[in-house]
């Protein structure tokens, strides 16, 4: 495989998984950061509703082409109605679809009210993920409080607790799941980390759980997990990996850039996963690793050409300065004369150029001056990509 051709693979891989963290969590954007597809919980769905009953399936007609079926349900349990008294526990509620159910389950009906009452697919139940439910606490709580009362539930033998359960922690901010380190269940965590029945979608969160609640002794074992061979994606690695360096800081970096960073055979998706642990680092590390030290890796990634347009926009928003003759060393050179690469780097100059902002961030009057003149040099020598990068260039 030439270098042109794993560039446009890894480029293309690495779209995929943007495209899917986009999908997965632009609803949510101050969710979880290694938590995937985030949904709308039990919980966020009950308090939607007008009206709430826990029902008893009694019989269902499929439809024809002449009409719609049916399922009829037996109100058990009253939980919320907007009109107190219309709806009675003995009542016949009937859905005009077909719900496949046996006589006696258990099914949740969640309904909004207009000139009648429009009730949602039914949520089959039981007894003890209705208990679940209707116990938990109300959305409008704080949500470290209710994260805890969540936290019970985490792989919990019923797959619709355990999974509504991780929904919660998935759409949660960081900031609120951080004050439940100390009661976090360390080594549950860990043996869910290693179990293979585990669903590997909640892997990015458990790391990230074990390096706030983690003690020395779990260094290695997240070591192993890290460094584990492979040549494929690991769903949730880069939130092992952010678990770790929260609970080693500048020496756990030192060693990711030994094994992740440094060597070329690397895999490109286990490369790219610890640029993430970077910037969750840097966004929510508390100075836990100093921002030079983080800068120090990224540095290290301009060496991967299929990344290195990522690269150099996150060292121009960290405001690192001090890679200007480096880069115009490497515009259109080899491995770097691809496009992209080219655009990142005149965005670059770009942001070097404008100076100081508001808050007094920003290059010092000697960058900017130099900045000035290598984008004059480059208009001059490559007039259409500094074009191009000009095009879609929004500094504030």
Known sequence: MNRLTKYIKNRFFLGLICGLLVMSQSPYITACPFCSAPSLTLTEQLSQSDVAVLAQWSEAEKGTLEKAGKTVFEIKEIIRQSDKGKLKVGDQITINRHRPGKKGNLFLLLGTKGTS????????VTETSFHYISQAPAPEEKTSKRLRYFLK??????????????AEFANAPYEEITPLSKDLPREKIRKWIVDPETPVTRLGLYGLLLGLCGQESDIAFMEQKINEPTKEYRLGIDGVISGYLLLTGADGLTKIDQSKFVPKEVAFSETYAAMQALRFMWTYGNERISKERLRQSMRLLLERPELTDLVVADLARWNDWSMLDRLMEMYGADDYNIPSIKRAIVRYLLVASKGKNKKGIGPDAATTKKANELLDKLRKEDPKTVKSAERFFFFK
Not at 117 to 124: F, L, M, N, V, Y
Not at 153 to 166: G, H, K, R, T, V
């Open 117 to 124: 009452i429009d009730w949602g697919d039914p949520i089959e």
């Open 153 to 166: 539930f985490l792989e919990y033998p019923d797959q619709m607790i355990s999974n509504d359960a991780y």
